[in-house]
T-cell receptor
Framework: TQLLEQSPQFLSIQEGENLTVYCNSS?????LQWYRQEPGEGPVLLVT?????EVKKLKRLTFQFGDARKDSSLHITAAQPGDTGLYLC???????????FGQGTRLTINP | NAGVTQTPKFQVLKTGQSMTLQCAQD?????MYWYRQDPGMGLRLIYY???????DKGEVPNGYNVSRLNKREFSLRLESAAPSQTSVYFC?????????????FGSGTRLTVV
């Protein structure tokens, strides 16, 4: 059983469409992070959210941390082929030290 | 500015052989980690070192050992490789463990055990 459940696990859409990826848990997290991983490379940090209800924007990407700090979402506006990759959410549970990962969402943007 | 460097990038082992995966970081980070990545399972923590001189087990430590050689280097050893250890292994580092600190990952070691 994954501590962090991501949905969907696979998503294939056309260039220009919008999409949302979800990261859910029954546990409270002190922080949540989103990473993007390309084939043959390690994950690269996109953003960290630490406050319940926090919203952060990174160009066309919007990240939100749930009010109860149990979930997060990643919204991409007007997706581009360069957004293709594996998106991973990861979090540190309240009182813990270690980062745990969701199983990932494999995103494909078709031209 | 290399970040986190892992060697080797690829390795094929026979069942029962041993090997050590090397990891070094040049960012003066205190904490270092070893993860394995398998399809559909995300990244699972094998071992971590919160600071120089300390190591602790993660979620899947069986069959592995680690050494925090100094602040820069953290190695992962497989004493007797098994096919179940076929995976992609990632080393990561962070300023500190815990809330809010992002991890920097190496580019991975793809290990196949036959």
């Amino acid at each position: 059983t994954q501590l962090l459940e991501q949905s969907p696990q696979f998503l294939s859409i056309q260039e220009g469409e919008n999409l949302t990826v979800y990261c859910n848990s029954s546990s409270v997290f002190s922080s949540l992070q989103w990473y993007r991983q390309e084939p043959g490379e390690g994950p690269v940090l996109l953003v960290t959210v630490v406050t319940g209800g926090e919203v952060k924007k990174l160009k066309r990407l919007t990240f939100q941390f749930g009010d109860a700090r149990k979930d997060s979402s990643l919204h991409i506006t007007a997706a581009q082929p360069g957004d293709t990759g594996l998106y991973l959410c990861a979090g540190v549970r309240q009182g813990a030290q270690k980062l745990v990962f969701g199983q990932g969402t494999r995103l494909t943007i078709n031209p | 500015n290399a970040g986190v460097t892992q060697t080797p990038k690829f390795q094929v082992l026979k069942t029962g052989q041993s090997m050590t995966l090397q990891c070094a970081q040049d960012m003066n980070h205190n904490s270092m980690y070893w993860y394995r990545q398998d399809p559909g399972m995300g990244l699972r923590l094998i071992y971590y070192s919160a600071s120089e001189g300390t190591t602790d087990k993660g979620e899947v430590p069986n069959g592995y050992n680690v050494s925090r050689l100094n602040k820069r280097e953290f190695s992962l050893r497989l004493e007797s490789a098994a096919p179940s250890q076929t995976s992609v292994y990632f080393c990561a580092s962070s300023v500190l463990g815990g809330k809010g600190y992002g991890y920097t990952f190496g580019s991975g070691t793809r290990l196949t055990v036959v």
